[in-house]
């Protein structure tokens, strides 16, 4: 008996390894991924899954239609590529059909690359290289009209980053700059005293200023949510902005969330995240009204609002903010699942879409663009088969042994959840 319950682990262990390979059409559950909106294509790079392994997948949804989008698959466009990358935490802007994916956890770390550059009409992925001593994670880039893009803090990762963060990492307070016409011209923009660094906020830009909202800082707590640190790109200087709640409305502190302009750049619409004890932030859904001065507004709360949800993306299709995946949070407990849901809020209407006009249930297995050749499917199987029957040998002689080792398995990828 006990042997058949470890056959049955392994049996699970082998199966963990062996999928996950295919990026299907499903909506995956993942956390920490970077999205990216090109013309009618909303692009998805990475993330965490649940299982603690990084996702390779490189995906789009069609939201030519934003209200019919949400029951359309996902489409894996590269599922040929020789090349891929596991990434999570990294941030994704693009500028005239390029996408670049800078920083992020990769899991297999052999190259000095920092930076991606996918091209989304021939899709073409190529890696390029920020030089610094380090990687960063756990920020977000923008980009201004001109093909600048601004990358504010995150956690300093010496190196790259392989498996579980090292023991002394640090949040920057530096801005790098990287001229994406000439992209081989970068700078390192240090930052005026009184800027702390920050991690997991937001940014979002408005004409040539850049709002910096929520986050940690370096004592690895959430900053003031009233307290905003703006970059403006034309005089490369910071300043600090408080906006105060009126009245007795509370905000609360909050670092995961997302932060999005709207389109009449009226308000700043900020969604979700976690509280320093990782539950869920009240409110849910704010907004900052853009008209000087700065005021925050919330709207009432009303039971259309999805579960809510942090380490997420939000990016705006039209007169929609979407917001795809990340962890399920509540007001009790640290968040432990993700979640494979996309929801559209409404702006004009200040509402959320009702999940039950867009998300029909997907089919549950829909063929990615382009399927290997069979006769590689066949190798592919044979192959498993083979590493099976022989891993099915191992156990049975070596039974002490292959415990260890799936112990050892088991510990490394809960050590990998960092946020
Ligand atoms: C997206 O969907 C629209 C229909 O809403 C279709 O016309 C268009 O070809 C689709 N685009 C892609 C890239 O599949
Ligand atoms: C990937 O494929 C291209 C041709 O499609 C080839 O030029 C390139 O060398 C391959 N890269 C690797 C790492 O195999
Ligand atoms: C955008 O890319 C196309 C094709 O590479 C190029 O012809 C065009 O000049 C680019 N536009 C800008 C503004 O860089
Ligand atoms: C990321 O992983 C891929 C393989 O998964 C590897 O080819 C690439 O060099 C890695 N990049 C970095 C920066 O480690
Ligand atoms: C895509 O490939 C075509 C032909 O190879 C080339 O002319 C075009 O400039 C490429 N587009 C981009 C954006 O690189
Ligand atoms: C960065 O790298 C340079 C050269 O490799 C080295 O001299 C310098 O000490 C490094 N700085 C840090 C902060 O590690
Ligand atoms: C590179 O960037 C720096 C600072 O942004 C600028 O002063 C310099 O002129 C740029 N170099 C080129 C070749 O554009
Ligand atoms: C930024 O600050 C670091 C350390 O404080 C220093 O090593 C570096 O030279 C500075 N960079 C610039 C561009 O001033
Ligand atoms: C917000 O309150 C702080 C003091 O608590 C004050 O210094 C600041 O001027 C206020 N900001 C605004 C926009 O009223
Ligand atoms: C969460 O943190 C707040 C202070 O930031 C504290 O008052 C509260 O008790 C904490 N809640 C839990 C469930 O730990
Ligand atoms: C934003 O503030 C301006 C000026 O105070 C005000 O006219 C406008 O109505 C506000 N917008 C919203 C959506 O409350
Ligand atoms: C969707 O749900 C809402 C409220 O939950 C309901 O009012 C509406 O009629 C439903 N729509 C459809 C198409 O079932």
Known sequence: MKLLIQNLILLAVIIYLFSDHTCSADYPSIYGHS????????????????????????????????????????????????????IA?????????????????????????????????????????????????????????????????????????SGSLPPSITILNSMIIINTILYKNYSIVNTTSGIMGRAYYSATMLDDSIFYIGGIDSSYRSVKITNIIVYNTSTNQWANINVN????????????????????????IIYGGVTDNGTLP???????????????????????????????????VGDYMIIAFGQT??????????????????????TWVPENVTNPS??????????????????????CGIIAVVFLVIIICNRDRLERIIENFRRRHEREYIG
């Open 282 to 316: 009240d409110p849910q859904l704010f907004f900052l009204n853009t008209t000087l001065p700065y005021t925050w507004l919330i709207p009432p709360r009303d039971e259309t609002y999805p579960l809510p949800s942090a380490f997420h993306t939000a990016n705006i």
């Open 362 to 383: 997907l089919p549950s297995s829909m063929p990615t663009s382009q399927s290997p050749p069979i006769d590689l499917v066949i190798v592919a199987v044979i192959l």
């Open 89 to 161: 935490w990294a941030t994704a802007v693009t500028y005239n059909s390029t996408i670049f994916l800078y920083g992020g956890k990769n899991q297999s770390i052999d190259a000095p690359a920092n930076l991606y550059i996918f091209d989304s009409i021939n899709l073409t992925l190529k890696d390029s290289y920020v030089p610094q001593n380090e990687s960063r994670i756990s920020m977000q880039a923008v980009i201004d009209s001109k093909g600048k893009i601004y990358i504010f803090g995150g956690y300093n990762v010496p190196k790259f980053l």
């Open 35 to 86: 999205s990216v909106l090109v013309n009618d294509k909303l692009f998805i790079f990475g993330g965490n899954t649940d299982s603690g392994d990084l996702s390779k997948c490189i995906y789009y949804l069609n939201v030519t239609d934003p209200r019919q989008s949400l029951s359309r698959p996902l489409i894996n466009p590269t599922s040929y590529l020789n090349y891929t990358i596991k």
């Open 245 to 268: 709640v009126t009245g007795s409305a509370i905000i609360e502190n909050r670092y995961g969330h997302t932060a999005v302009l709207t389109p009449n750049n009226s308000s700043i």
């Open 329 to 350: 949070t509540n007001s009790v407990t640290s968040p432990t699942k993700s979640y494979n849901k996309i929801h559209l809020f409404d702006i004009n209407a200040s």
